[in-house]
């Protein structure tokens, strides 16, 4: 159970946030990708004082460990309502925002184990691996300045919600060119991560985010991302705590709102020998997420039957 309790923690962390990023001067793009004379398309997120923009967001997780011969399957569903309620914008487009989770409806299952289910919207109390989770949702989690480039400025967490397992301080949300790009540009995002290991090592990690404006359709961009580690890794004990760093992505961003549309991110990645030789894992996961246009009262409440993730995410 106390696995299943860090999983769910981490997963309500993921829905609250997007993509990494660093500061402005790391994002650069390449003008070799395109033809001078290319049609370019200037990116650049647009925000109003006094919206709220809200997101549904669904992940799917599937992770197979094999240790000695003994073999088990975690099976996870989120699905969550993200919302920026936007406080103050200025005349650079800088905005200052509140981010929280609005709603959630949590599945897990162990194999030969019942479903445990956590619905913030009809459950009163939520059951015993659940408590940490329930508290993020409805609450104002971080006030966050950010420029109309997707950069972090500033970011004041509620300190009276504690942060949920697995969540960094990273920023959230994709970065945008700071030139103007044309179909077939791209830019990258190289980061370090501060990876912490027992005996208190802390070991760096360098990734690296490659982001491609794949095509524009009726005023909607259509970037794709592959993000990768970088630091030679030879140790699957590390390799497995980075495996959901190593994923693809697809992003459409409507160009003249400024804003996200919707996003999805698919992992799929195997460890051998994290745990001993005879040991392996398989994390399998996709993340989907979509603007809404109305509030939403029911949309977790309302979560259909989904799919088996080892289904969803190969397709």
């Known amino acids: 159970m106390k696995r299943a309790i860090v999983l769910g923690s981490a997963v309500l962390a993921l829905a609250a946030c997007a993509r990494p990023l660093a500061a402005a001067e790391a994002v650069a793009a390449k003008t070799a990708a395109a033809d001078s ?75 030969g184990a019942q479903e445990v289910r956590y ?38 967490r509620n300190v009276q919600v504690k942060a949920a397992a697995g969540e960094s301080e990273g920023p959230m949300t994709l970065p945008l060119p700071a030139q103007p790009v044309a179909v077939g540009q791209t830019w990258s995002l190289p980061s370090e991560l501060a990876l912490p290991l027992q005996g208190g090592i802390v070991k760096k990690i360098k990734t690296m985010q490659k982001f491609k404006l794949a095509g524009v359709d009726d005023g909607v961009a259509t970037i794709e991302l592959n993000t990768v ?20 992505s697809t992003i459409r961003f409507d160009i003249q709102a400024g804003r996200v549309l919707g996003q999805q ?51």
């Open 119 to 156: 619905n913030s919207q009809t459950d009163k109390k939520p059951p015993h691996g659940f408590e940490e989770a329930a508290q993020r949702v409805g609450v104002p989690l971080a006030v966050v300045t950010m420029d109309c480039r997707g950069q972090i400025q500033a970011r004041q």
């Open 37 to 111: 004379s290319a049609k370019t398309y200037t990116l650049r997120y647009r925000f109003h004082q006094g919206e709220t923009l809200r997101w549904k967001v669904i992940q799917r997780t599937e992770i197979t460990t094999a240790v000695s011969g003994t073999k088990q399957t975690v099976s996870t569903v989120v699905q969550s309502v993200k919302a920026w309620r936007i406080q103050n914008v200025r005349e650079d487009g800088t905005a200052t925002f509140q981010n929280s989770v609005e709603c959630v409806d949590m599945r897990h299952k162990f194999s």
């Open 229 to 248: 580690v970088l630091t030679p890794i030879h140790d699957p004990a590390i390799e497995v705590q980075l495996i959901q760093r190593d994923s693809s």
């Open 265 to 315: 991110v698919d992992v799929d990645k195997r460890v051998v020998g994290f745990r001993g030789e005879a040991s392996s894992l398989h994390y399998l996961g996709r993340v989907n997420e979509e603007a809404l246009g109305e509030p939403a009262q029911t949309t977790a409440a309302t979560a259909s039957t989904t799919a088996s993730p080892s289904a969803t995410a190969r397709k």
